[in-house]
Nanobody, 123 residues
Framework: VQLQASGGGLVQAGDSLRLSCAASDSFSGDTMGWFRQAPGKAREFVAV????????YYADSVKGRFTISRDNAKKTVYLQMNSLKPDDTAVYYC??????????????????WGQGTQVTVFS
């Protein structure tokens, strides 16, 4: 499966963005996640939507501001980002795979990745 992320941009603190991640093939059986990487920092978990029942999990830093969703028919996963902060500035990556629940927070447990989309938030 190939992923194509889009929707990043340059926004002011407090603004919103919606990232999209389109897949080349069905991912309905996979868990889909968003990660981000700021300059000089390791890639970090942002959000994930579980393959079964659509349960969602979020990093504490984005909980209440970001929402992950998926449309299996459109083969697309979304990340709605509200109340953006300068600390949210990073390249955002979507990923898919079949991690077990206890390992969804680690990038190592995802099998395929998108190319990343830049999000820059200025104050």
């Amino acid at each position: 499966v190939q992923l194509q992320a889009s929707g990043g941009g340059l926004v002011q603190a407090g603004d919103s963005l919606r990232l999209s991640c389109a897949a080349s093939d069905s991912f309905s059986g996979d868990t889909m996640g968003w990660f981000r990487q700021a300059p000089g920092k390791a890639r970090e978990f942002v959000a994930v939507i579980w393959r079964r029942a659509g349960r969602t999990y979020y990093a504490d830093s984005v909980k209440g501001r970001f929402t992950i969703s998926r449309d299996n028919a459109k083969k697309t996963v979304y990340l709605q980002m509200n109340s953006l902060k300068p600390d949210d500035t990073a390249v955002y990556y979507c990923a898919g795979g079949n991690p077990i629940l206890s390992s969804i927070y680690s990038a190592d447990n995802y099998n395929y990745w998108g190319q990343g989309t830049q999000v820059t938030v200025f104050s």
